[in-house]
């Protein structure tokens, strides 16, 4: 008898699985374009606007990009990030590091208040930080755990500690350090500061580059429409 339930549980389980699976290739036809080596779905064209993508950068299979991104030379976007541009375009300039688990969110709102995500140049976005519409200028850096809310401007080379909280509408100074449930400014940036900073952003880029080989990143074409 128990071999007989047995049997049947198996059954119903693995014509279950199948069904499931077909259904999810339905669905990826319909809604997605996979890339050929990736069981992921890391660019979902949402809305009309093509995303723009350079061929230098890399992004993460275990990643999501929805709607218009702009990924410009040697942007790396690690696993597990979600960067949603269905409302308003995201923009990442040259060297732009976003980390594992980020969030990029640009979405409408306030006219007065920036609603699209625009990233400068050598950029560092730490591990699982929340970005709403924001400008953050060249050289900042953005610790681990932060939410940056709407309309908020990080001028060039300021640095947010991690778990800061940013609120709506902030500015945040060149060359200062913030911190803090209000992003409270703490001090001026120091040498010291400045290192750690590199330090990131080579660590970053000399690890993605050692598993380039392992096809854990994507190579992105020039336009991808």
């Not at 409408?108 to 924001?134: A, H, L, P, Q, W």
């Not at 400014?185 to 330090?199: F, G, V």
Request: with cysteine.
């Amino acid at each position: 008898m128990w071999r007989y339930f047995r049997g049947t549980i198996g059954r119903v389980l693995s014509q279950t699985g199948l069904a499931m699976d077909a259904r999810h290739r339905g669905l990826n036809d319909i809604f997605s374009h996979e890339h050929p080596h990736s069981l992921h779905q890391p660019i979902q064209p949402l809305s009309d606007a093509p995303a723009i993508f350079s061929e230098s950068c890399k992004v993460a299979s275990t990643s999501s990009l929805i709607g218009k991104v702009e990924l410009g030379e040697n942007v790396i976007v690690s696993s597990g990030c979600t960067l949603n541009a269905i409302e308003l375009p995201i923009r990442l300039d040259e060297g732009a590091v976003v980390s594992e688990g980020a969030v990029l969110i640009s979405r409408k709102g306030d006219e007065k208040i920036t609603g699209s995500v625009n990233i400068g140049k050598n950029v560092f976005v730490g591990e699982k930080s929340i970005v709403n519409g924001c400008l953050i200028d060249e050289d900042a850096f953005i610790g681990r755990g932060v939410f940056i809310g709407n309309g908020v401007m990080i001028e060039k080379g300021a640095k947010v500690l991690d778990f800061t909280l940013v609120p709506n509408g902030a500015i945040l100074k060149a060359d200062t350090v913030y911190g803090g449930a209000h992003a409270e400014e703490i001090r001026k940036i120091s040498e010291e500061d400045k290192k750690e900073i590199a330090k990131r952003l080579n660590s970053a880029r000399s690890m993605h580059k050692a598993i380039d080989d392992a096809r854990f990143f994507i190579q992105m074409p020039a336009n991808l429409a």
